[in-house]
Structure formats: C-alpha cells, structure tokens
C-alpha cells in the first residue's frame, strides 16, 4: 500500500511538469516557432567576397564614385521684380563665308603617311625602327628612322647618312635638319637615317661586319648575300617612298672632301634638285653601279650624293654648309618657308681626275680644299725620310682642288689631290663625262678592291 502510493505521487509530479512546459510553449509562439525552426533550418556556410585577379603589368585603377550633378540654383524673385521677356531675336540667313575655309583646309592638308607598318599622321613627328637583318651573332639590330610629316601636302623628302659607319659629319647633318623641323609648318614629309650602316658604326669600321661596302649592292637582292639582303631591305621599306634623296658621305681612308654634289646631270629631274642646294659645288658624276644613288635614280628617283668633310671627325664648318644646304634646298622645294639666299652660284664641273705620287714617303701639301690650281702648279710634296730625297706632285690639269689626301705616309701610285675642271652645264654630255672612280669592290669575301680614294 504504501509502495503504491509513493509510485502514484511520482506519476502525478512527471506529469505536472510536462503539462507547465506545455502550456508555456502554447502561451509563447515565437519561442515555440524558434524552437522547431532551430531544429529544421539548414545550416548556412558563410563565404567571403574573392578578390578580383588583376595583372601585374597593369596598373589597378581605381575609380572615383559618382558625383550627383548638382542642379543651378534659381534665383529668388521677389514680387513685382521679374525681368521683362525680350522678344525673341530676328533670324536672318546671311552668306557663310566659313565653310568655304573649312573646306580649303581640308584639301590643303596632308594625308597619314603609312612606312614601316606604322602610320604616321600629319603634323607629327616620330623615331621609327627598322630591322634590316641579324648581325653575326643572330641578334636583330633595329636601325633608327626619324620621320616629320607635316600639316601641309608636300614632296616626300629622304636624308640618309653613315652607309660607311666611320662618316660622322652626315649623322649629325640628319639630326640637326631633323630636330629643326616643325611639323605644323612643314609642308610634305622629311624620313631621316642618320646611321644606314649600324654595325660599321659600332664597330668604327667603313663596312659591314664581313668587310663587304653596303654602297655596292644596292637595290639588293633579297636572297643574295648578307649585304645585298641588307641593301634590299632598306631600299624596299624605305626609298621607295621618296620623291628626293640625298645621300650623304665624307672622305675616306685619311682624305677629305670640300663640300660637293655629285650628280648625274644628264637627268633632268637629277639637275632641278642640284640647283635647290644653293652654293655648293657640282660634278657630274653617273654613279658607280651598285650606290645607292645610281640605284634610286634607276628606279626614277632624283638622288644626289652630298660630300662634306672626312671620316672619323665631327667637323663644325662641313656640318654647318650641309645644313644650311638642305635648308636651302626644302625651301626651294617649297617644303618650308624661310629666306633662301645663300651665297653665289658655284661653277659646275664636268670632268675631275685624281693627282697621284710617284714616290714613296711623307706628303706635305702645299694647297688646301677649294683652291684654284693652274696647269703645272705645285700640289705638295713626297719626300723619303731616309734619303731625303723630295718628288713634286703637279696639277696636270687648271682646275680647282675638291678633294686631297691628309698629310701621311704614302706609296708609289697613291691618289694624293682630287682636280675638279670646270665646265657650262651645257657643255656636259654622256661623252664628255668621266668618272674617275676604279671597278667596284670584288665579291669575294677574303679581299677587297675598291678604288681608295673614292668615298661614295
């Protein structure tokens, strides 16, 4: 009995606390729907925003927020001030004297000029690249090309300089003409190469590295030898955009020239471009074959060579006559428009010969560039150091010196004085013309023979 009434009580307790527990959930529904809810919901994993990969060689730009325009303001009109309405103004159609201008300027302006796989627009200037070839050890040797194109249609104007890489005066005669140009005014296009023969200029050398004359192989064969295929390429992607050319050079081997054309004034076209330099001398000469001048005068292209100076030296008064030449020139050509007189007239000279020694032993000369020589006047003299014995060089010709070798040591047979004679243009005929210039340099790799004392 007792057992009984003791398990009874338990029951009674149990089920008094299941029915408080009951009644609390039923009297408090958001603890019971959190209480299911908690036991039905899924868990959530949380994720973090990735960050945007972004390349290294970009910069990471970050952009402002946007600002909301702010609306103007109207001013405040107290009653009775309002402004009085105007009437509308009279519109009257009056002759447009702009749109005519606007359409001069169109046609008068200059069209994009397209060289080196680049586009060049008017009114720019830029320093372009081109890549000839590889050099011995397989690398390219990317050759600078500066071009001005101007705002204003115009002839299309090539300077090219160091086809020898030891003529240093035409280098700096390109970056002067080059950099002193101003684009908005310049009426056509100027391509300058101040440096043609980049390995030779490296290496302080006339010649390309296998000892082959680049001036000898032009228009170039594009699957000829190193030279020819360098000379192609330079012809092709560059000269064949020219209207004009001037190529030029110095003196070589220890020999230096007063400033001079040559040109082969049997071409018209050849001879309207000599006459724009000013005064500068001139000696009709028909080109050796293989020069880049004969070759862009075969391919209809006037084309002068311009000498001033020697190899291996920067000299100021032949850097000076050659830009003052070209900038007579593109003003003759219309190009750019500045004051165009320059000194008298020089003569033109039809023939010119070299004067050599007959002795061996030390030159001494007795004249300077640009004098005027009678027959049998005394040029310098080769005397033996050990003998002491002295040999006369004579001016077999009256005429002016335009060439001469420096004070050296020489052979029998060396070209020692350069004797221009003078000539009336009319007078000069393909018959009369002599070129006193020896065969071009041979093919062969282990020698070379072309004539010393001539630099083009």
């Known amino acids: 009995m007792y057992r009984y009434l003791v398990t009874s009580l338990l029951a009674l307790i149990f089920c008094g606390t299941t029915i408080a527990q009951t009644h609390a959930t039923a009297t408090n529904p958001e603890t019971s729907e959190k209480a299911q809810g908690d036991q039905q919901k899924p868990k959530i994993k949380i994720r973090h925003p990735q960050a945007k990969s972004v ?25 009775g001030s309002e402004p009085e309405l105007l009437p509308p103004p009279v519109i009257t159609q ?40 590889q050099s011995m050890d397989g690398i390219a040797v990317p050759t600078p090309v500066l071009v001005v194109n101007g705002a204003k249609p ?40 101040p440096i043609v023969n980049l390995q030779g200029f490296h290496r302080r ?9 680049l001036n000898r192989y032009f228009p170039g064969n594009p699957t000829g030898s190193s030279a020819s295929r360098i000379a192609y390429s330079f012809f092709e992607e560059i000269i064949r955009h020219c209207d004009a050319l001037v190529d030029l050079h110095t003196g070589s081997f220890d020999r230096t020239n007063m400033p001079q054309l040559r040109a082969d004034l049997r071409d018209p076209k050849v001879m309207k471009l000599t006459e724009g330099f ?14 880049l001048r004969s070759a862009a005068v075969d391919a209809g292209i006037p084309a002068v060579t311009l000498e001033a ?53 030390i030159l001494f000369s007795n004249v300077a560039l640009g004098d005027r020589v009678a027959q049998g006047d ?49 007078l000069i005929k393909e018959e009369e013309v002599v070129d006193d210039l020896a065969a071009k340099e041979s093919e062969s790799d282990e020698e070379t023979s072309e004539a010393e004392e001539d630099s083009e």
Not at 105 to 126: F, K
Not at 323 to 351: A, C, H
Not at 391 to 412: D, E, F, T, W, Y
Request: aromatic share 4%.
């Open 94 to 133: 009056t002759e447009d004297t702009e749109t005519p201008k606007a359409d001069s300027d169109q046609q008068n302006s200059a069209e994009p000029l397209v060289i080196l796989q680049t586009e060049v627009p008017p009114s720019t200037s830029t320093r372009l690249s081109w890549s000839p070839s």
């Open 154 to 193: 115009g002839p299309l104007l090539c300077l090219t300089a160091a086809i020898h890489g030891d003529e240093l005066n035409g280098i700096e005669i390109v970056r002067r003409v080059m950099y002193n140009l101003e684009p908005k005014s310049l009426a056509g296009t100027v391509i300058g190469v």
């Open 309 to 361: 100076g020697e190899s291996m030296r920067l000299q100021e008064e032949a850097v000076a006559h050659g830009v003052n030449g070209l900038t007579t020139l593109m003003s003759k050509m219309g190009m750019i428009d500045r004051f165009s007189f320059w000194g008298d007239p020089e003569p033109v000279y039809s023939q010119a010969t070299w004067v050599r020694a007959d002795q061996g032993g």
């Open 278 to 291: 000013g005064a500068t001398v001139v000696l009709q000469s028909g080109g050796t074959d293989g020069t």
């Open 378 to 426: 005394l040029l310098g003299e080769v005397t033996d150091p050990i003998t002491n014995i002295k040999k006369g060089i004579l001016s077999p010709h009256r005429g002016r010196v335009i060439g001469m070798a420096l004070n050296q040591v020489v052979l029998p047979g060396f070209a020692a004085f350069h004797i221009a004679i003078a000539a009336p243009k009319e």
């Open 55 to 79: 390349p290294l060689d970009q910069p990471v730009i970050v952009k402002p927020a946007a600002v909301e325009p702010v609306e103007s303001v109207s001013p405040i009109v107290e009653p």
């Open 205 to 213: 050398s006339r010649y390309l590295t296998d000892r082959r004359d």
